[in-house]
């Protein structure tokens, strides 16, 4: 490094017990997010063999009473309790380390224990079968006060890495004032920011209208109410999932491809644009009911458009990091440099075949975002394709591929099996892309999404679904190969962590960016503000854009609820299962 | 700062190369993202009342369950060519028979809900539209040809949702009016 730098104020390094205990907390964090995924992802081919015609759900009466109480567990074990916990453990994890400061355990076990609490409260109300409400929960289904008071645990565990960022980051400052914040923790936190804000949604409706609901103390909810106030987080949590895989992206995956990241700076910039365009454009979801005017989807359209802007950052910013590398690498001419990428490396493999199934994913997700296109795909299986292709895949497979580094790293024990890593990652590529494909092509025959549709008399399922049977048999082609997927995956997660072979554990591969500014900051010499790129310093006051962002979500859900708090009409509960 | 001097000449190359496309990349996509802005809100427009289905309306509270004026199912002409398909949504069909309506003619369907949530969707069209109890949904639909098409569920309903399919047939236009067109 240069002299002229001075050198790093003194960072204490924590001490080996409390390391020790920081690595344990984000190991269990790890393992129920992943025994989760277990159970929700190995119900999935059920879900999927349901659209290829097959229908196993009589043969596991036992346990499943239905299709739809198996789309619920589906639902509620991968899109809350999967990702809540494995986000929220390496949201702590990966700051701590990166600032080399110890997060504030007694929160960080808080939301660990709160988010237990939770999902075993959901998953009796669930295995009982007395809350086939899927995990969107729309009013006026009405499901089991445990599900209801489960979720909201959920909800209020997953709230507390706030805190603890904050906590760190301001610790950190202190020991290098006028630095920007490093870019992983700043990744975190602006994560956090808009996850925090963004439950105000769900949270209200749950303890306002669900659960005193479930209880019997209030007798009706206004549905229309709900539906937005649960959309309003709804959206956002897609961002909530999708911004802790980015993080890897940016934060790690240039180091384990052996390059640098194209540009520190843009990921910042991505990280805030998510943070502003996320939030306010929950009311999309809801394009075809009544009681929205066509101004405000025409508004909706522009906003939804802008999230793509984004994401189009990143792929361009992930296309040259992953360039760079594969140059680096000896890869020539066009395509060379992406075949000498290290795709022996599970880890790198599983993220960058993410990559390429989030592309076309992103490119279904503007249809649905404009509403003349909205209105044929609605409901039909396209839109659980498009969320397959980019959260099913990107979110799934990138976490995965972070399992595959995070486990030597924890426990200093080695993957018993690379191949099978290795087979794990393509298999779960192929399967989803088999799989969200048929889903997209299906909708357009207008196939509706959620479904038991298995379950139809031969005579109508041919009449009404005959049309679209080589896209359906696909659905069911690639729900079979997912579930070979998990089989390696779940061999090499567990097998490693029981009976992996003892070695030195590995550090966490933590990125370095071009430019002014690099991504690390444990052994980095001070970096002063006049030396970080302007861009960079432009996204440090967090407080600021989240103001901002919080102020536009409020502007543009002030009139949805205005004009239904003028029209309410209340709804008591059915029990429908 | 400290990167730019440990950089070997090559990766600076790259490193500055990709920093001018960057810039012209952002300038891309920004227009890009712009123009499909500009035609989609033209879009909506332009559309106004002649594609866009589900044209929203202010909740009118239980108007049309008690509203016995309105047969449900049964296509009510409403003016030259138009007709109003009145359907309240019940666990698990969507009305009584199957419902008949003329090619070639606009039908608005006025669409809510006895109980939960329901999803009118008629396949094969871009009629889409969430029927919520105590609200009305109005969509308009033409025709073009005959024959039998299906109206599906799809915003899951309990147990039957699957179930919740009726047919719309629609019956050819006489060939005389055909001719007066
Ligand atoms: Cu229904």
């Known amino acids: 490094m240069s002299a002229h730098l001075s050198t790093p104020a003194a960072v204490a390094v924590p001490r080996p017990d409390v390391l020790a205990a920081e690595r344990r907390m984000m190991l269990a964090f790890l393992v129920v997010g992943f025994s989760a995924l277990l159970l929700g992802a190995g119900i999935g081919p059920l879900q999927a063999l349901n659209y290829s015609g097959h229908n196993l759900y009589p043969a596991l009466r036992p346990f499943f009473q239905s299709y739809y109480q198996g789309l619920t567990i589906h639902g509620v074990m991968n899109g809350y309790v999967f990702t809540f916990f494995v986000i929220c453990g390496l949201l702590v994890y990966l700051p701590a380390r990166e600032l080399g400061i110890t997060p504030n355990m007694t929160l960080w076990r808080g939301s660990f224990v709160i988010m237990l609490i939770g999902t075993g409260l959901v998953l009796a109300a669930m295995f009982d079968n007395s809350s086939n409400v899927l995990w969107t929960f729309y009013p006026p289904l009405k499901g089991s006060p445990l599900f209801y008071f489960g979720l909201t645990a ?47 949604g769900i949270m209200t409706e749950l303890v306002i209208q669900m659960d005193p609901w479930s209880l019997g103390l209030i007798h009706t909810v206004d549905p229309a109410i709900s539906r937005t106030l649960y959309w309003l987080t709804g959206h956002p949590i897609v961002y909530f999932w999708l911004m802790p895989a980015y993080v890897s992206w940016y934060g790690l995956l240039a180091n384990q491809l052996g390059g640098r990241l194209a540009s520190d700076a843009m990921g910042r910039l991505t990280f805030v644009l998510m943070l502003i365009f996320s939030l306010p454009v929950g009311s999309h979801h809801q394009f075809a009911d009544p009681g929205f005017s066509p101004i405000w989807r025409g508004i909706l359209v522009v906003l939804t458009m802008s999230v793509a802007f984004p994401s189009l950052i990143t792929a361009f910013t992930m296309g040259l990091t992953l360039e760079f590398a594969g140059r680096k690498r000896g890869g020539k001419g066009i395509l060379g440099w992406f075949k000498a990428l290290p795709w022996g490396n599970p880890s790198v493999a599983a993220q960058v075949l993410s990559m390429l199934t989030f592309v076309i994913g992103g490119a279904s997700g503007m249809v649905n975002g404009s509403w003349q296109l909205d209105a044929v795909v609605h409901n039909t299986t396209f839109i659980p394709g498009h969320f397959h292709m980019t959260v099913g895949s990107v979110v799934a497979m990138t976490f995965m591929g972070m399992a595959f580094w995070l486990i030597p790293h924890l426990t200093g024990r080695a993957l018993i099996s690379r191949r099978l890593a290795l087979a794990a ?29 298995s379950a139809l008399p031969h005579e109508a399922f041919h009449t009404l679904y005959g049309a679209a049977h080589i896209p359906m048999a696909l659905i069911g082609i690639g729900g079979v190969i997912l579930w070979l997927a998990m089989i390696c995956f779940y061999i090499v997660f567990f097998g490693s962590l029981l009976f992996g072979r003892k070695i030195e554990a590995p550090a966490i591969p933590f990125a370095r960016a071009f430019g002014r500014s690099e991504s690390y900051s444990l052994e980095r010499p001070a970096v002063p503000s006049e030396h970080t790129s302007s861009l960079a310093r432009a996204m440090e006051p967090v407080w600021f854009w989240t103001g901002v962002a919080t102020l536009i979500c409020a502007l543009s859900y002030v009139p949805i609820f205005w004009s239904f708090l003028r029209h309410m009409t209340l709804s008591p509960g059915w029990v429908a299962w | 700062m400290s990167d730019l001097s440990s950089m070997t000449p090559s990766e600076r190359r790259f490193y500055e190369a990709g920093e001018r496309q960057e810039r012209i990349w952002v300038f891309i996509v920004l227009i890009l993202l712009t123009v499909l802005t500009i035609i989609a809100m033209l879009y909506v427009v332009i559309d106004y009342n002649l594609v866009t289905k589900s044209g929203g309306q202010t909740p009118v509270i239980g108007q049309m369950t008690t509203d016995q004026a309105q047969p449900e199912g049964v296509a009510v002409e409403t003016g030259p060519n138009a007709y109003t398909v009145s359907l309240v949504a019940r666990m698990w069909r969507w009305a009584p028979g199957p419902i008949h309506v003329k090619q070639g003619a606009k039908i608005t369907f006025r669409v809510t809900s006895a109980d939960v949530l329901h999803g009118f969707e008629v396949q094969g069209t871009d009629i889409n539209l969430t029927a ?23 915003e899951y309903c309990g147990l039957m949702h699957h179930a919740m399919a009726s047919p719309i047939i629609v019956d050819p236009a006489r060939p005389e009016a055909e001719a007066a067109q």
């Open chain 2, 132 to 154: 919520v109890p105590g609200e009305i949904g109005l969509v308009s639909h033409v025709f073009r040809k005959p024959g039998t098409y299906y109206i599906i569920c799809n």
């Open chain 1, 154 to 200: 959920l909800g209020l565990g997953s709230t507390l890495p706030l805190p603890i960022l904050l906590q760190m980051r301001s610790a950190w400052k202190k020991q290098r004032p006028g630095e920007v914040t490093p870019l992983v923790t700043y990744m975190a936190l602006i994560t956090m920011l808009m996850w925090d804000v963004s439950t105000i």
């Open chain 1, 425 to 453: 990652a393509w298999l779960w590529f192929i399967g989803m892309s088999t799989f969200g494909i048929g889903m997209q092509t299906a909708g357009l025959y207008g196939v509706p999404r959620r479904a038991w549709v």
